[in-house]
C-alpha cells in the first residue's frame, strides 16, 4: 500500500535496493564460508588501496556497498577504493605513481592500459591464479581477448558492456516505419525516413541519428563495430610488420556509411566530445543514438519511449566490448595475495550480479545471467536481450602497448571525415602519422 502512493522513480529505487539486499544477503553467506585470508605479518588487517573513475556517481554508490560488504566478511583484509578521475585523466597519476614506487594495489581502468602497464612491469600476470580458480570457467569468453597479450593474462573484467542503437518507436510509427534496420542500407532508408519537418515550418527538426563528433575513445568507441562488421581488421600486415592497420578495407566501409549519412541530410552531429549525451535523443530532435546500457537510468526517468536494436550489419554481425577491468599492481607478495581474494569475489555470480542490477552493466559471469535475479531484471527491461545477444560477436580494442597512438590516429581520421574530408585521404594520413609514432617509439626503446 505504501509502493502506490511513491513516485515511479522511488519505486524502481527501492526496488532496486531490495534487489540489491536480496544479493548482498548471499554474499555473506558465501564470505563466511572462506574462514582463511591473508593477513599482514603483525596480525593487523591488510588495507588494500583500490583507484578507480567509477561514474556516475550512483554506481560509486554500488561499487562501494559491494566493497563494505567485502571487507565485512573477510576482516584481515580492506579494501579501500579511491576516485581518481575518468580513465583518460588517470594515465599521467598512475605513471607518476608507477615511478615513484608508490602503485595502488588494485587498479580500475579501460582493458586496453594492459600494454602499456605490462611494458612498464607495472601489473602481475593473472593466469597462474586464475588458471586453478572454478571462477575462469564462469566468464564470457568474449572478454578473454581484452585480458590476455603475449601469453599472460593482465587483468579480470570488472564489468561488460557494447553498444547498440537506441530507437523512439513513437518516431518510427509516425514515419511509416514498421521494422528496425537490419544492414547498412536499410539503416540509410530508416534515416531519411526519419528525417522530417514536423511542424511545418519549412526547417527539418527531427534528424534520423546523431553521430558523435570528436576523436577521442568514445567516438572509436561507437564507430569500431561498423569497421568490424565491414570486415576490417587492426592487425598488422605481417609479424614482422606489427602497426596497426587503420587504413583498411573495412575502415573505408564505416568512414563512408557516416558520411553519406551526413551528406544526405539524415544525420546530426553531436557536441564536440560529447556523443554520449542524449539530450537530442530525449527531445525527439533525434529518432536513433548509439550508445549502450549504462542509459537506462537516465531514459527511464526521462519518461520517453525507447527501444534499442541491434547494430545493423554490412559483411557479418559486429559488437566491441565496452566496461572496465581490474589490474594486479606490483606490490609485494604478501599484498598480491590478499588482493586475488578480492578479484575472486569480483568475478563471482554474486557480485556480479548485484552490480549489474545497480547499474545496467552486463554481468561478466555466465552464471549470474542466468540467475534468477538477472533474468527477472531482463524481463523488466528486455532491452538488455539486444546487448546480450551482441556479447556472441563482440571483439575487444587491441590491448597493445601504442593503443593510445592507435586510437588518437583511428579518432583524428573520423572526425575529419565528419567535418567533410575525403575519408581515404583522413585514413591515409592517420596511418601515416600512426606508423611514424610507433616507429619513433620503437627506436627510441632500442
Known amino acids: 500500500m505504501i509502493l502506490s502512493k511513491l513516485s515511479k522513480a522511488t519505486k524502481r529505487q527501492l526496488k532496486l535496493a531490495i534487489c540489491i539486499l536480496i544479493t548482498l544477503n548471499l554474499l555473506i553467506l558465501s564470505g563466511c564460508q572462506n574462514s582463511i585470508t591473508p593477513a599482514s605479518k603483525n596480525g593487523e588487517p591488510i588495507e588494500l588501496i583500490l583507484w578507480h573513475g567509477i561514474n556516475p556517481p ?3 554508490d554500488v561499487f562501494q556497498t559491494l566493497t563494505d560488504q567485502f571487507n565485512k566478511t573477510h576482516p584481515n583484509i580492506q579494501i579501500k577504493p579511491v576516485y581518481i578521475g575518468q580513465p583518460d585523466q588517470q594515465l599521467p597519476k598512475i605513471l607518476t605513481a608507477i615511478v615513484g614506487n608508490a602503485p595502488p594495489d588494485l587498479l580500475w ?10 611494458e612498464l612491469d607495472a601489473i602481475v600476470p593473472l593466469e597462474n591464479w586464475l588458471d586453478k580458480s572454478p571462477r575462469k570457467a564462469e566468464i564470457d569468453p568474449a572478454l578473454f581477448e581484452s585480458m590476455e597479450l603475449g601469453g599472460h593474462t593482465w587483468s579480470v573484467p570488472l564489468g561488460t558492456n557494447n553498444v547498440a542503437i537506441f530507437y523512439r518507436p513513437s518516431l518510427f510509427a509516425a514515419a511509416g516505419i514498421k521494422k528496425v534496420p537490419q544492414n547498412w542500407a536499410q539503416l540509410k532508408q530508416v534515416a531519411r525516413s526519419l528525417t522530417r519537418d514536423t511542424n511545418g515550418d519549412g526547417r527539418t527538426d527531427q534528424h534520423g541519428i546523431v553521430l558523435p563528433l570528436g576523436k577521442g575513445e568514445w567516438t ?18 605481417t609479424p614482422q610488420s606489427p602497426v596497426p592497420q587503420i587504413d583498411n578495407p573495412g575502415s573505408h566501409a564505416a568512414l563512408e556509411l557516416w558520411s553519406d549519412l551526413l551528406k544526405e541530410g539524415s544525420a546530426i552531429l553531436s557536441a564536440p566530445e560529447r556523443g554520449y549525451e542524449l539530450d537530442n535523443f530525449i527531445a525527439g530532435k533525434v529518432a536513433m543514438q548509439i550508445t549502450g546500457p549504462w542509459t537506462l537510468a537516465q531514459l527511464q526517468q526521462s519518461a520517453i519511449d525507447y527501444a534499442a536494436m541491434p547494430l545493423p550489419l554490412l559483411k557479418r554481425p559486429a559488437a566491441v566490448v565496452g566496461g572496465e577491468n581490474i589490474f594486479l599492481m606490483k606490490t609485494s607478495p604478501e599484498r598480491e595475495r590478499a588482493a586475488l581474494v578480492f578479484l575472486e569475489y569480483v568475478i563471482g555470480e554474486e557480485f556480479q550480479t548485484a552490480w549489474a542490477l545497480g547499474t545496467g552493466y552486463l554481468p561478466i559471469n555466465l552464471k549470474s545471467r542466468q540467475s534468477q535475479a538477472y533474468q527477472s531484471f531482463v524481463e523488466k527491461n528486455p532491452v538488455l536481450r539486444v546487448f546480450l545477444e ?16 592507435l586510437s588518437e590516429n583511428l579518432g583524428r581520421a573520423i572526425e575529419a571525415t565528419l567535418l567533410g574530408r575525403n575519408p581515404q585521404d583522413a585514413l591515409k594520413e592517420s596511418q601515416e602519422r600512426l606508423t611514424l609514432t610507433l616507429d619513433i617509439a620503437t627506436a627510441k626503446e632500442k
Open 220 to 237: 572509436v568507441f561507437t564507430w569500431l563495430p561498423f569497421m568490424f562488421s565491414a570486415g576490417g581488421e587492426l592487425k598488422g600486415k
Open 390 to 405: 551482441q556479447m556472441n560477436s563482440a571483439r575487444a580494442r587491441p590491448i597493445i602497448s601504442g593503443y593510445s597512438r
Open 58 to 60: 550512483p554506481n560509486r
Open 109 to 118: 581502468n579501460g582493458p586496453s592500459i594492459a600494454g602499456k602497464l605490462a
